[in-house]
Every structure is written in C-alpha cells, then in structure tokens.
C-alpha cells in the first residue's frame, strides 16, 4: 500500500461501554454519549502485560497534550483470574499511575463488543461518537498525535468539537494513601558495615516502585534510613536527592571485587526508563551505566546509536533496552544478566568489558525451550542463581518457572514448572503438572529448591528437584494470603532455619516467614484455568490472513534500508496449519488449515514501519508499529476463509 492516510472506516456508531463498574470517575458510570464533543481513545488493556504498560507511557504525553479535547478511557479486560479481582485493578490503576477513567471489564463484554483480539488495543472515535481508526499493540504515539490533530482541525470546522473546560472531564483523582513503602518489587540484603562483629546483619535495599526511588531499612525492615531519588518520575543522575527514577525493580550487589573499579556497588533495573542505573552507597550517587533511555522496538533499525554518532559513550550506554525487570550476576558469565521483559530475552551486561548482548530469547512471546538463542521466552520478571550456575526465571506471562544453563556447550534454556500463555492456576504436586500463575520473583532456598513469588495466586510456592535429579521434582506451598509477592529474599539463621522475607507489593510491605530447616510444604489444588477470550471460528483449508496496516497522514513505507514489514505466523498445536507458517515480509498470508484438528491458537507476529513523507528532509523520522496475537481458533465447516487482524486500520 502506499497510501499516506488512513482511509476512513464505513461510519461505525461505537457501542455502549458495559462492564462491572468503573474507577476514577468518583463513582459516576459514563456514557459515551455524555462524551459527544471530545475525541475519545480506549484503551483496551489488562495489567499483567508489559506491552500494554508501554501504551500507557505512550499516551500520557498525548493525554497532557490534549486534555481539552481528548478524553481517554482505559477498558480492563483481563487476561488472569487475578486481575479480574476488582481490589487487584483498583490496585493496579493506582500503581502505574492511570490518570483517566477506566472501565472494569471481567467478562470482555466491551472487548468483545469493539472486536478487540489482543493486548493492547485502541479504539479512536470521533467526537460524533463514530469509530474512526483501530490499532493493535505498541508504538502508536505517533500515529494517534497525527490522527488527534486531524479530527480536531475537522470537527472545529463542523461545529462538532467541543472543548472541555478546566475541570470538566470525566476523570477524578482517587484519594493519595500515604505509606513509606509504595508497590515495592525487590528487596537485597546489603553488607554490614566494615568492622561489624561477624555474623551482624547489613540494611536492607527496596526498590520503591511506587515512590520512583530506592529506600534503605534498618536490618529487620521496619525502620526507614534513607531514600535515594527524589520520588518524582524522572530519569536524572546524581545525588540521593536530584537523582530520579522511573518505577525501578531489580536490585543486584555489584561483586566486592568491582565496586571500587565500577564506582558502583549496587545496579538498578530501571523498568520503565529502560535503563541500568548504578548506585554508589556511600553517598547514594545514581549515574546511568546501560541503555538509552528510550524503548527498544523489535525490528527497528536504531536500537544502537553508532559509535561514531555518541564517540564518549560507552557501547551500554548506545543500545536501547526494553523494560529490563530484573537483573542478578553470574559468575560463570562474568555478567550481569538482565531480564529484558519488554521484548522477551535475557542479556549479559559486562561492565568491565562494557559490552551488553542478547543471550537467549527471540523476542517471540511464548514457552519453547532448547538452544538459548531460539527458546521463546514471556516477561521474564524474576532471576536467581544457583549453586551449579543455573539461572533461574520467573518467567511470568506463561506462568513458568524455567532456568537457563550457562555451563553446558551452548546456553540453554529449559522449563521446570509451566504449560504455556494461556494456561495457569494454583496446583501442587508433580512439576509437569503443577501450575502457577503470573509470579515475578525466585530466590534459591539452601536446600538448593527454588522458591517462588506466585504473585497472582498471593502464594509463595517451592519448586524440589526429585530425590534422584531424574524426575520433574516436585511443587508444594509455602505460604498463603500474601498480597501480590514480587521478590523473595533468603536468611539463613543459625540454627538452619530460614528467614523468608516476602515483598508484599499490593500492601506496601515486607513480611517476613519463618521456614523450617526441613522444608516442607502443603500439596494443594485450586484447579486449573485458560484466559478466557472469545474465540474466532474459520474454515477448513484454505484462510486468507490480512494484517491491516495503512501509514498514518504524511507518512509512508520506506524500504530504503530493508524491508518496512514483517509477517511471522506459527500454530498450536503446529498441527493446525498444514500450511503458512513461518517468517516473510508480506502483511497478508495464504493459510492452509488442518481439518482434522478441532481448535487452536494461531500466533501472529507484525511489524510495520513508516517514515516522515518529505522529500526535503534527507534522514526523516521512522515509526515502528508492532503487535503480537494469539488468536484462539476453532475450525468449523464453512466457517469464514479471512482472518483480518487491524494492526492500524
């Protein structure tokens, strides 16, 4: 296509937005009618995914930029049993900080309504209540400023744009709640104090996601020492007051034999400044030592500055990263190895060498193991080492625990605990038929088990291997009733019990267990669950797929540096297609399915790209469009032979 502005679609009256109840309207429910006048965006999300957390950045600077024009509604339509959980959301609104209202969808009454088929998804109608673009995935910011600014300039000319006064929008602030600790993700056990009697206990390192900083707390966690950042978003270097960050997570001693030669002794996940930051505890000095401060988008052609364009940077600091969650070092590396949740891998990070590369993953969502660098890995969010060098993942949108071998000829990763995206729930018992769901954290117990942060099941689970390290081991519990566990950290008493101290994010707090020496755990079994999501009927044999893309206005394809699209398509069971699967450019793909195979996901990757269309400009700016489905299939006797999936359309 060629294209440069988004043909209009037949004019579509928007349905009625219908769910359970809505947060951050003061109780009021609204009516899109009641909207007549404004642009109205919704956001299609659900709070597990890292990709639909990116949007929310996304939109925040086209929300502030149009806020007498532009009224923008969040629909949550969850993927987990947990997030249906009205208390979760509320949690979650106030946690990523959601500024507008948000409609509580648990039965994807409205997903289903707007033909929603993945996480993200917007929703663009015009200010006469008419649907006017729809899009999947990320990387829209710049395609919905373009398309706000044509609807304004066409609506003020009609009469039917009218502007909100201060004050006037839908969106009222929930009530601040003041707490020391706000969704706090990780905690680390710092070193004593040089000269401490042996055996005296250092702080304790937070990181305060909620505040954007970091806190110390005296070593049984009750009493607040310090905060390093200035509890602001921001993305600043410096001193424990200017310095800044944005929703940071994971927390990792730098090894005692460098800090002096880093000038840092502790390295920062800063999640959603997609940067690794260093942190000097003498005097709580922060500087940037990885990333961009911009999003790696898969497929782009600038996730790594040149040297010759940045000559005094470091090569970290000139690769973009995306979302890094967790980081733990392996000495059997000599790195850092960073969890890149945001687009699906693992990374080394070597500060002496100053080098950062991708390890593992293929930045494709999903549960395949084998060779590291074709594994399929989902929002790693949790890593822990153990004694054999074993990295361990809490590979969270699959609901897996897995690890990855750094000691075998070539890296590679496997899984212990895990079915796959859409499956979770809360059993024990035998690991290859345990499951859990959406945890976020590992830490290895002395026994060389692995515990869990089960954050979505408020559990925190053990994984065993079995006695004669041939079976799958085995999963119990641990502990119950905990309010969304996100990181674990381990303390070994003298008498062989273990302290566990458990970051209890939704209640602000850390919790400290006691275990047993013997570790034990109860066997339960709270059943098993699959996302529930409508599911799209299609014919036997041959299914035409159409991923629908069109560049926004003064955009278009610029194959100048390679192709501008890519179109990758695979089955489960890979039984369902007979017939096109696999990676190629095209947007759209002859499919052959399976009639002998009943139902199934088809997973779909797409990415498009467009540039500025001006001739006078010689390197103008490009735009990644970017979005991942799995499509839940059942085939049917003359069911329909076209699938169409909007990407921006």
């Known amino acids: ?46 709070f597990c995914c890292v990709n639909c957390l990116h949007v929310l950045d996304e939109l925040r600077e086209l929300e502030a930029a149009h806020r007498d024009v532009l009224v923008i509604i969040g629909v949550h339509s969850p993927k987990f049993l947990h997030e249906a959980d009205p208390i979760a959301l509320e949690a979650a609104v106030d946690r990523y900080e959601v500024h507008h209202p948000v409609l509580d969808d648990p039965e994807l009454t409205t997903w289903s309504a707007y033909s929603a088929r993945a996480w993200p998804t917007l929703v663009v109608i015009d200010p006469e209540g008419y649907i006017v673009a729809h899009m999947a995935g990320e990387g829209h910011a710049h395609n919905l400023e373009v398309l706000v600014r044509e609807l304004v300039a066409e609506h003020r000319a009609k009469g039917t744009l009218r502007p909100l006064g201060a004050g006037e929008g839908p969106y009222v602030p929930p009530v601040p709640e003041s707490t020391t600790l706000r969704f706090p993700a990780k905690v680390i056990r710092l070193p004593a104090p040089e000269g401490s009697p042996e055996g005296t206990p250092g702080t304790l390192l937070v990181s305060d996601a909620g505040h954007h900083s970091l806190v110390e707390l005296a070593p049984d966690g009750e009493e607040l020492l310090r905060r390093i950042g200035s509890g602001e978003r921001g993305v600043t270097d410096g001193g424990p007051q200017e310095a800044s960050f944005c929703e940071p997570n994971g927390l990792c001693l730098v090894p005692e034999e460098l800090r002096s030669r880093l000038g840092y002794d502790v390295l920062v996940a800063d999640t959603v400044n997609h940067l690794l930051r260093g942190v000097r505890l003498g005097d709580g000095r922060v500087t940037t030592v990885a990333g961009t401060g911009q999003q790696f988008m898969v497929g782009a052609a600038d996730n790594e500055v040149p040297a010759e364009q940045a000559p005094d940077l470091p090569a970290p600091r000139r690769v973009k990263l995306s979302s890094p969650w967790d980081v733990v070092w392996s000495p059997d590396l000599e790195a850092f190895v960073v969890a890149m949740a945001g687009n699906h891998t693992l990374w080394a990070f070597d500060p002496v060498e100053d080098s950062l590369r991708r ?24 890593l822990a080492v153990g004694e054999d060098g074993r990295v361990w993942l809490a590979d969270s949108e699959v609901s897996a625990l897995r690890w990855l071998d750094v000691r075998s000829p070539e890296l590679t990763v496997g899984t212990a605990v895990g079915q796959g995206l859409f499956d979770f729930g809360l059993r024990d018992g035998p690991a290859d038929s345990a499951l859990l769901q959406h945890p976020l954290g590992v830490a290895m117990l002395p026994d060389g088990s692995v515990a869990i942060a089960d954050t979505y099941n408020r559990a925190v689970r053990r994984w065993a291997p079995s006695a004669d390290g041939t079976g799958p081991g085995e999963v119990t519990t641990l502990a119950r009733d905990l309010a969304e566990p996100s990181g674990l950290l381990v303390d070994v008493r003298d008498d062989g019990s273990i302290d566990l101290l458990v970051v209890e994010s939704a209640a602000h707090r ?67 297609l007979l017939d096109g699967a696999g990676d190629d450019v095209p947007l759209d793909r002859l499919l052959r399915i399976n009639p002998a195979v009943a139902e199934g996901v088809l997973h779909v990757t797409a990415q498009a790209a467009s540039c500025d269309d001006d001739p006078s400009i010689e390197y103008p700016a490009c735009h990644l469009n970017q979005q991942d489905w799995g499509v839940p299939v059942r085939v049917v006797e003359g069911g329909p032979a076209v699938l169409t999936l909007p990407l921006r359309g």
């Open 1 to 46: 296509m060629t294209e440069t502005s988004l043909p209009r679609l037949p004019r579509v009256r928007a349905s009625a937005l219908v769910g359970r109840g809505w947060l951050n309207t003061g109780g009021r429910a609204l009516d899109l009618a009641d909207l007549r006048g404004s642009i109205v965006v919704l956001d299609f999300w659900t």
């Open 359 to 382: 390890i593992a993953g293929t930045m494709n969502e999903g549960l395949a193991d084998g060779p590291a660098d074709r594994a399929w890995l989902a929002q790693t969010s949790g």
């Open 510 to 576: 850390l919790t400290r267990l006691r275990l047993p020496a013997r570790l034990a755990g109860e066997i339960l079994d709270a059943g098993a669950h699959r996302t529930k999501r409508p599911v799209s009927p299609i014919g036997a044999g041959e299914v035409h797929l159409d991923v629908v893309f069109t560049p926004a206005t003064g955009q278009k394809y610029d194959d100048r540096y390679g192709p501008s699209t890519r179109l990758q398509v695979s089955a489960s069971p890979p039984e369902l």
